[in-house]
């Protein structure tokens, strides 16, 4: 396994340099996340973790979560992610729930990963640009089935969520507020509505045009019937 940190508080700066909602978060090329676990009602469990190699803080959550919740009749888990999950991990998740359907995924996210286009796409070479399109169109399909999933609680973290995961994982006290907080929520926010519309027009083109293709293939199953027969009548006769 790559190397790590888990840990059960961040330092008040820390909090605030990785999850401050910036549209242009500059230099935020890590992930924390901050998890709440529950397990058969028992006491919360707090833990933060950070990615620092090859493996996604989210792929080393869901690693510690399978002993912790194996066997047990029900649990509830919240996180507070400085960075939506790109797509690899989305598929991670959903895999994780599904094999653990005794429960509920809560996920809070500061910023959208790979979400948008970067201002300086233009500068960037034809295949350069082709890969960054790729991968904006995965990271979005993958929050979109997120978001979808019946267990799997997908939201922009607001003033009140940031509040909260600051009282419960920074040492110190006194959460203020950085400049544009509740501004840029929105604009995630509208971003997250946008994803979902997307995701929803495409699983209605797919559920279209696969009842087309039965559709289809019925009326061919029928003539093939029809034939039969037309043919037997034919050699009967």
Not at 1 to 12: G, R, V
Not at 81 to 102: D, M, T, Y
Not at 171 to 185: M, T, V
Not at 197 to 220: I, L, W
């Amino acid at each position: 396994f790559s190397s790590f940190i888990k840990m059960n508080a961040i330092s008040k700066d820390v909090f605030t340099f990785q999850f401050e909602n910036l549209q242009l978060a500059t230099g935020r090329n890590e992930t924390w996340l901050c998890q709440i676990r529950s397990v058969n009602g028992g006491e919360a469990d707090l833990q933060v973790f950070k990615n620092e190699g090859s493996e996604h803080a989210d792929e080393i959550c869901l690693r510690e979560n399978e002993a912790a919740i194996q066997g047990a009749d029900q649990y509830e888990i919240t996180w507070y992610l400085s960075w939506s999950s790109g797509e690899r991990c989305a598929l991670q998740i959903i895999k994780f729930v599904e094999e653990h359907p005794n429960g509920k995924l809560n996920i809070f996210v500061s910023r959208l990963y790979y979400c948008k286009e970067p201002y300086n796409l233009a500068s960037k070479t034809p295949e350069e640009q082709t890969k960054i399109k790729q991968k904006i169109k995965l990271c979005r399909e993958g929050l979109g089935n997120l978001k979808q999933h019946e267990r799997i609680g997908l939201k922009v973290m607001t003033l009140t969520d940031f509040q909260d995961c600051f009282d419960r994982f920074v040492n110190g006290s006194g959460f203020r507020p950085w400049r544009e907080l509740e501004a840029n929520s929105k604009l995630y926010a509208e971003m997250l509505k946008e994803i979902i519309k997307e995701k929803e027009a495409s699983t209605e083109k797919e559920e279209a045009s696969t009842e087309k293709d039965k559709e289809a293939s019925t009326e061919k199953d029928k003539q093939a019937v029809r034939l039969d027969f037309f043919l037997k009548t034919i050699f009967f006769r």
